[in-house]
């Protein structure tokens, strides 16, 4: 089964604090599927213990949130209460609730001693497999425990499950959905992307000595990232199972109800960076909750800047923007009969340089972009780095390239304002993304040779997404996005995007089939392929993906494909 749910009839742009109605359509379509699409309901090998610190909540909040814990689907789980010196109501309420339904257990304790010492002690008397984590004012999807064992039965090795969350106001709306992409370790150490819920096995969470105290407020985040160091096996379930309550102390509700957490968070980045002696700084940004790793430079490497430039551009005028170190080597081709590629892999063959950064000449690179490029493309796991791309009017060119956008490849978040955050932070943190685009790449010499160069099958499009899948497939490397690689174009955003070129679309389809008809993994499956902007995906599209019409495996259905999205 698909991890696709019928959206509402009309997209929504999903920013911070919308109140749209077509989320709360999306929830409704969404629960009428989930019962034949999560059917496990018994596992006689597996048992979840769902743990929760609790220290005096509003009764009522408390109960809602047992309560959606006794209504799960799947019936193979325990819940444990572990009390933080509450009042004597509080507690009445615990052993109320332990009286109705032996699967609850309670553990008390006479002094507070902090949220991670409570679920330590939860997670000490567990009896499941996996530990499932849950705030004591929020609520589990019906159907959480159940697509978690679904998974785990598919999976059987995964370690860490996580999911997407969404929040509820005093009326019980839903809102602020936060559809998320697969793990992604270079976004998680820019901020907790993850956050809730999240399914440990036992076994990992005792080998990592639970949580840490003195990380309390951003305790979740130290485990997590103190988990990757210990297993590769993460899953991610695309699929709301998650409800946080807003209120004006939580974290919800935004950074300032809780001041010490980001701080917190950071110094879990910051005691990671340690234990891997990684030289990478910290750097804050204008949000609360996210900030960028930057990679100095110990020697800088021999640097090849490779530019395409409009024939009527002097080369003086050029060189003076992109000669910011007296070592790099500019090399500069104008306006030719050749094809972009092939302009491309001549100037890459003449270059003396170890790392390539290949540019549109029309480009204005501010002061820190190349050093930054080099601080990440240097790194021994990454392959193609790409920055921020801008126009003029501030508008955005690209953080990245998408896959399946307007039926190929394409940028999300095209047009937006280039200083905003982005949705999940996609235009002010760094993350992982399946392609860059040409116009700003770097890449390590020795890798482009290897992977042959760019394809000159292709003309204007396409050929940057067959590297970037060509060294992924055979070299398993990651391509990044550093936001603090900034550079922009000199004119403001036109307002007839260019169209992909036959010939690219179907050459692209036709090499990558296998790959372009799955969902790209730092995307969701529940937002738009039709065009680059934050939307969800639409019913029509949902019916016509569901029928396969976003797929291409021969030369007519390409062509066709490429008419639906270009013509």
């Known amino acids: 089964m698909t991890d696709i749910y019928y959206p509402p009839v009309a997209p929504v742009h999903l920013g911070e604090g919308e109140l749209s109605g077509g989320y709360r359509a999306w929830c409704l379509e969404r629960e009428k599927h989930a019962p034949s699409h999560y059917p496990v309901r018994h596992h006689k090998h597996l048992l979840f213990s769902v743990v929760v610190p609790v220290h005096n909540p509003p009764d009522q909040w408390l109960q809602e949130c047992i309560n959606s814990v006794r209504s799960q689907f799947f019936a193979d789980w325990e819940l ?22 032996e699967r ?33 004012d929020d609520l589990l999807n019906p159907y959480a425990l159940s697509a978690f064992a679904q998974r785990l039965q598919k999976k059987t090795a995964t370690d860490i ?23 992604s370790l270079e976004k998680l150490l820019c901020t907790n992307y993850i956050h809730h819920p999240v399914v440990m096995r036992r076994s990992l969470f005792n080998r990592l000595d639970g949580l840490r105290s003195h990380y309390d407020g951003s305790q979740d985040y130290d485990l997590l990232l103190r988990a990757t160091e210990q297993t590769s096996q993460i899953q991610h379930i695309p699929d709301v199972l998650y409800h946080m309550r807003l209120h004006s102390n939580s974290l919800a509700a935004g950074a300032a109800a809780k001041p010490d957490a980001h701080g917190k968070g950071i110094a879990a980045v910051q005691d990671y960076l340690q234990r891997h002696k990684s030289p990478a700084i910290i750097k804050v ?9 930057s990679y100095p430079l110990v020697q800088r490497p021999k640097t090849s800047i490779l530019l395409l430039a409009e024939a009527e551009t002097s080369q003086g005028d050029i060189e003076a923007l992109w000669q910011q170190h007296k070592n790099d080597e500019i090399l500069i081709c104008h306006n030719s009969h050749h094809s972009i590629p092939e302009r491309l892999n001549t100037l890459a063959i003449k270059a003396r340089g170890d ?13 820190e972009c190349i050093t930054e490029l080099l601080g990440h493309c240097v790194r ?6 790409t920055g921020k791309l801008r126009y003029s009017d501030h508008k955005l060119y690209s953080c990245g390239l998408t896959l399946g956008l307007r039926g190929c490849a394409g940028r999300w978040h095209y047009a937006c304002h280039a200083n905003d955050l982005g949705y999940g932070g996609w235009m002010g943190i760094t993350h992982e993304v399946t392609a860059v685009p040409w116009q700003l790449m770097a890449v390590k010499k020795d890798l482009f040779m290897q992977a042959g160069l760019f394809d000159c099958g292709y003309i204007t499009q396409g050929f940057d997404v067959h590297l970037a899948l060509q060294l992924a497939n055979h070299k398993t490397l990651t391509h990044l996005v550093s936001p603090l690689a900034q550079a922009k ?36 499956p529940n937002l738009t392929i039709y065009d680059e902007s934050i939307s969800f995906i639409s019913p029509y599209e949902l019916e016509c993906k569901s029928l396969g019409f976003f797929e291409a495996y021969d030369n007519l259905s390409s062509q066709l494909l490429w008419q639906c999205f270009n013509c």
Do not use: M
């Open 285 to 293: 940004t204008p949000f609360e909750g996210y900030h960028n790793l």
């Open 104 to 136: 609850i257990k309670i553990s008390l304790a006479s002094q507070q001693s902090g949220i991670s010492t409570a679920t330590n002690r939860a997670a000490s008397i567990a009896a499941g497999e996996f530990l499932v984590f849950l705030d004591h």
């Open 355 to 367: 790392i390539l950064i290949f540019a549109d000449g029309q480009l204005q690179p501010e002061p």
């Open 161 to 183: 499950i996580y999911a997407d969350e969404d929040r509820f106001n005093a009326d019980y709306q839903r809102i602020h959905p936060g559809f998320k992409p697969d793990f």
């Open 380 to 385: 021994e796991h990454i392959g193609l780095v």
């Open 80 to 101: 444990i209460l572990a009390d933080d010196a509450s009042a004597p109501a509080t507690i009445a309420l615990l052993h109320k609730n332990q009286a109705l339904d």
């Open 489 to 524: 174009f000199p004119f403001p955003c036109p307002h007839q995007h260019a169209a992909w070129l036959e010939q690219d679309f179907k050459r692209l389809w036709l090499f990558w089939k296998n790959i372009l008809d799955q969902p790209d993994p730092f995307y969701h």
